[in-house]
């Protein structure tokens, strides 16, 4: 057999005449696969997401279609594989919970196989960096195509934001502003074509982040699912990752401290979401980048948000990319000195400046120019204080200004069913100015750290007019999200953190200038409460019904650190392993 410049990884399985590369070869043949596909092409794992219960990724073999195109263009062989996929709409108790999963899935598979590079395949929200994830571990040459947006969603005349609209109208139905029909209506209307969801949700910002870190080619992020265009930039990622195996272009080249960084600039330019936070940490930690939370008061402080989608601002992922897409925003932060690292390199072999230094921008409405911005402030406001030791965060833009400097007495739900039990109560003791805390909702204690951080306001409230409160909790929060929702406290209250201690009546105090969050409550008191019961008998109780929940609840670091299990952090690289026979 012909020998390439340099031996490839997959030819430790094809490459030889003896009875292992029979074997190899032969299965493989059933496909009907002739023998010169065999003679030194590069194979190109596509890692396929594909389900119809994950209907944001339900379009994909179609895209794995257009991919497998360009790679056999460019003289790769590809050959598609699918692993775990995490859907964000129908996983219970939260696709968070099997991130991990997937991403132990991916980093097996691409390792235990006959690949020499890999196309991720990613767009509902934790499909992104479950796969980032699991081939950072691996550091193959990679390269991500995610599933694109959806279109507008319409209702009643109006463009709706998938999920943004969800919470608005369940509100308007207690405040008794609509119909309960109405309500219904708007279903089929937010969700009317394949796609993520539209709004600057978790699967929007984390194509962001895929992007901005230089993992896809530009414009990946925007380019809605059914725009043809995207079937283009597939078959081009699929062209250009064989390229990536010649030249020797391993994720670890592109995933560097300086792609963080301007990683979690562009998350605060595009409004984008508290679950990036724990991603980035995540999937740094998979390559050996040192990321902290405060790397994001840092880096994001003080950078604007300009990109004017919900659930911050106005408008969709349609308009985004009609006006540019992420290209032109990254053009708009490097021209005012923002983006800290024009000289990343990205998976097309160039500089993300050289990417976007050219790039159009067709409507300031929607990227808006940095001296109109929709937030001065777009960063992520990182708090610290007796209530978070490791850290909590709040995000800016879909907090109201008046409401992120504020003391106020804590109206306290020990876990999200005694908050739904008794937040529409009409007697519970709450006004506008209490702030309501709810504790076990973080990875031990929820299993998964669900997104229930922005709970909803006590119908009494509603009535009212009231439209904000702060919360305080160790869940997360759906990047379609909004509200003053200080998120991701840590340690959490099923790890014993401070969180857990926390009585009704007692005052706490946020100041998001200063990075504050504050118990007002004595060390000696506050141990004393710590100490009269075992806040983490509940999820310890639950780790020893066994599964999957046992790996998960023993194994999960708090969201300080990305929420990733302790025995994965690291990369483990893709040596060939021995063989099977
Ligand atoms: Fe899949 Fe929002 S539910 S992207
Ligand atoms: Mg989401």
């Given at each position: 057999?012909?020998d390439?410049?340099?031996?490839?990884?997959?030819?430790e399985?094809?490459?030889?005449?003896?009875?292992?590369?029979?074997?190899?070869r032969?299965?493989?043949?059933?496909q009907?696969?002739?023998?010169?596909?065999?003679?030194?092409?590069?194979?190109?794992?596509?890692?396929?997401?594909?389900?119809?219960l994950?209907p944001?990724?339900?379009?994909?073999?179609?895209i794995?279609?257009?991919?497998?195109?360009?790679?056999?263009?460019?003289?790769?062989?590809?050959?598609?594989?699918?692993?775990?996929?995490?859907?964000?709409?129908n996983?219970?108790?939260?696709?968070?919970?099997?991130?991990?999963?997937?991403?132990?899935?991916?980093?097996e598979a691409?390792?235990?196989?006959?690949?020499?590079?890999?196309?991720?395949?990613?767009?509902?929200?934790?499909?992104?960096?479950a796969?980032?994830?699991g081939?950072a571990?691996?550091?193959?040459?990679?390269?991500?195509?995610?599933?694109?947006?959806?279109?507008?969603?319409?209702?009643?005349?109006?463009d709706?934001?998938?999920?943004?609209?969800?919470?608005?109208?369940?509100e308007?139905?207690?405040a008794?502003?609509?119909?309960?029909?109405?309500?219904?209506a708007a279903?089929?209307?937010?969700s009317?074509?394949?796609?993520?969801?539209?709004?600057?949700g978790?699967?929007?910002?984390?194509?962001?982040m895929a992007?901005?870190?230089?993992?896809?080619?530009?414009?990946?992020?925007?380019?809605?699912?059914?725009?043809?265009?995207?079937?283009?930039?597939a078959?081009?990622?699929g062209?250009?990752?064989?390229?990536?195996?010649d030249?020797?272009?391993?994720?670890?080249k592109?995933?560097?401290?300086?792609?963080?960084e301007?990683?979690?600039?562009?998350?605060?330019?595009i409004?984008?979401?508290?679950?990036?936070?724990?991603?980035?940490?995540?999937?740094?930690g998979?390559?050996?980048?040192?990321?902290?939370?405060?790397?994001?008061s840092?880096v994001?402080?003080?950078?604007?948000?300009?990109?004017?989608?919900?659930?911050s601002?106005?408008?969709?992922m349609?308009?985004?990319?009609?006006?540019?897409?992420?290209p032109a925003v990254?053009?708009?932060?490097?021209?005012a000195?923002?983006?800290?690292?024009?000289?990343?390199?990205?998976?097309?072999?160039?500089?993300?400046?050289?990417?976007?230094?050219?790039a159009?921008?067709?409507?300031?409405?929607?990227?808006?120019?940095?001296?109109n911005?929709?937030?001065?402030?777009?960063?992520?406001c990182?708090?610290?204080?007796?209530?978070?030791?490791?850290?909590?965060?709040?995000?800016?833009s879909?907090?109201t200004?008046?409401?992120?400097?504020?003391?106020?007495?804590a109206v306290?739900?020990?876990?999200?069913?005694?908050?739904?039990?008794?937040?529409?109560?009409?007697?519970?003791?709450?006004?506008?100015d209490?702030?309501?805390?709810?504790?076990?909702?973080?990875?031990?204690?929820?299993?998964?750290?669900?997104?229930?951080?922005?709970?909803?306001?006590?119908s009494?409230?509603?009535?009212?007019?009231?439209?904000?409160?702060?919360r305080?909790?160790?869940?997360?929060m759906?990047?379609?999200?909004?509200?003053?929702?200080?998120?991701?406290?840590?340690?959490?209250?099923?790890?014993?953190?401070?969180?857990?201690?926390?009585?009704?009546?007692d005052?706490?105090?946020?100041?998001?200038?200063?990075?504050?969050?504050?118990?007002?409550?004595d060390?000696?008191?506050?141990?004393a409460?710590?100490a009269?019961?075992?806040?983490?008998?509940v999820s310890?109780?639950?780790?020893r019904?066994g599964?999957?929940?046992?790996?998960?609840?023993?194994?999960?670091?708090?969201?300080?650190?990305?929420?990733?299990?302790?025995f994965?952090?690291?990369?483990?690289?893709?040596?060939?392993?021995?063989?099977?026979?």
């Amino acid at each position: 057999m012909p020998d390439n410049k340099r031996r490839l990884r997959s030819a430790e399985w094809f490459g030889t005449a003896d009875k292992n590369g029979f074997m190899y070869r032969s299965w493989m043949k059933n496909q009907g696969i002739p023998d010169h596909e065999f003679q030194g092409k590069p194979i190109i794992g596509i890692c396929n997401t594909w389900s119809e219960l994950t209907p944001c990724n339900a379009h994909f073999r179609k895209i794995a279609e257009h991919v497998k195109k360009g790679v056999l263009e460019a003289g790769g062989y590809p050959v598609e594989f699918p692993v775990f996929s995490n859907g964000e709409s129908n996983l219970r108790p939260t696709a968070m919970f099997t991130r991990n999963l997937a991403s132990m899935d991916v980093e097996e598979a691409i390792r235990g196989n006959p690949m020499d590079a890999v196309v991720l395949l990613v767009g509902c929200d934790k499909t992104t960096p479950a796969l980032l994830m699991g081939a950072a571990s691996c550091d193959l040459p990679t390269i991500v195509v995610t599933g694109g947006p959806m279109l507008n969603g319409k209702h009643e005349g109006q463009d709706i934001g998938s999920g943004t609209v969800v919470w608005k109208l369940s509100e308007e139905v207690k405040a008794g502003k609509i119909s309960i029909h109405d309500f219904m209506a708007a279903e089929a209307g937010m969700s009317r074509s394949a796609g993520t969801c539209n709004t600057m949700g978790t699967a929007s910002t984390m194509a962001c982040m895929a992007e901005s870190l230089g993992t896809s080619l530009p414009h990946n992020a925007a380019i809605p699912a059914v725009d043809s265009r995207r079937y283009v930039l597939a078959h081009l990622s699929g062209n250009r990752i064989v390229e990536m195996v010649d030249e020797d272009l391993k994720l670890s080249k592109v995933l560097t401290k300086d792609a963080f960084e301007n990683a979690i600039r562009t998350n605060a330019a595009i409004g984008g979401s508290t679950n990036a936070v724990i991603h980035l940490k995540a999937i740094a930690g998979r390559i050996g980048v040192e990321l902290g939370m405060d790397d994001w008061s840092r880096v994001g402080r003080g950078t604007p948000t300009i990109v004017d989608l919900q659930p911050s601002g106005r408008y969709l992922m349609e308009e985004f990319y009609y006006a540019g897409g992420l290209p032109a925003v990254l053009k708009r932060l490097g021209e005012a000195d923002l983006l800290p690292h024009k000289d990343a390199l990205t998976v097309n072999g160039k500089t993300l400046w050289e990417n976007v230094c050219d790039a159009p921008l067709y409507n300031d409405e929607v990227i808006r120019p940095l001296d109109n911005p929709l937030r001065e402030d777009g960063g992520m406001c990182v708090l610290r204080g007796n209530l978070a030791p490791g850290g909590a965060v709040l995000k800016p833009s879909a907090a109201t200004p008046e409401l992120m400097q504020h003391r106020g007495r804590a109206v306290v739900f020990e876990n999200f069913d005694d908050y739904k039990a008794r937040i529409n109560d009409t007697d519970l003791d709450v006004d506008a100015d209490s702030i309501l805390v709810m504790k076990n909702c973080g990875p031990r204690g929820y299993h998964g750290m669900a997104e229930v951080g922005n709970m909803g306001l006590p119908s009494k409230l509603l009535e009212q007019g009231i439209t904000d409160m702060v919360r305080i909790s160790d869940a997360r929060m759906s990047g379609t999200a909004y509200g003053t929702v200080v998120l991701h406290v840590a340690p959490e209250a099923a790890a014993g953190g401070p969180l857990a201690a926390v009585r009704n009546g007692d005052w706490i105090e946020l100041d998001c200038n200063s990075g504050r969050l504050h118990l007002e409550v004595d060390a000696l008191e506050l141990e004393a409460r710590l100490a009269e019961g075992d806040p983490t008998a509940v999820s310890k109780e639950i780790a020893r019904s066994g599964g999957y929940r046992q790996l998960y609840i023993e194994h999960v670091l708090q969201a300080d650190e990305g929420c990733d299990f302790d025995f994965l952090v690291g990369s483990r690289g893709a040596d060939v392993p021995r063989h099977s026979h």
